[in-house]
Nanobody, 122 residues
Framework: QLQLVESGGGLVQAGGSLRLSCAGS????????MAWFRQVPGKEREFVAA????????YDAGFVTGRFTISKNNTKNTIYLQMNSLKPEDTDVYYC???????????????WGQGTQVTVSS
């Protein structure tokens, strides 16, 4: 079973940058579409960005366009989320997820990481 482990979260000032990583445990990682979601307690999980299995197709939520970039390195079984121009409202737990199809819907993703906390101070 595919396991995902996120890293790279932390505390940063508004306007700063962070790069999140998500490493997969199996070679089959390269066949999965991947995505980043975020969630605060008591709220629904929110789509951030997705990438297809090859890394050639990406899609992001409008509120991160021009600030966040998703990428995939199948030789390293890893995806990334480069986050620039961070805002306090980006404070959340960020989760990576894997699915057999490219989607923005959380229910389409069968495998999830444990999450990494991102905190942006004003």
């Amino acid at each position: 079973q595919l396991q995902l482990v996120e890293s790279g979260g932390g505390l940063v000032q508004a306007g700063g940058s962070l790069r999140l990583s998500c490493a997969g445990s199996e070679r089959t990682f390269s066949f999965y579409a991947m995505a980043w979601f975020r969630q605060v307690p008591g709220k629904e999980r929110e789509f951030v960005a997705a990438i297809n299995w090859s890394g050639c197709i990406t899609y992001d939520a409008g509120f991160v366009t021009g600030r966040f970039t998703i990428s995939k390195n199948n030789t390293k079984n890893t995806i990334y989320l480069q986050m620039n121009s961070l805002k306090p409202e980006d404070t959340d737990v960020y989760y990576c997820a894997a699915a057999v199809t490219f989607s923005t819907v959380p229910g389409a993703y069968a495998y999830w990481g444990q999450g990494t906390q991102v905190t942006v101070s004003s």
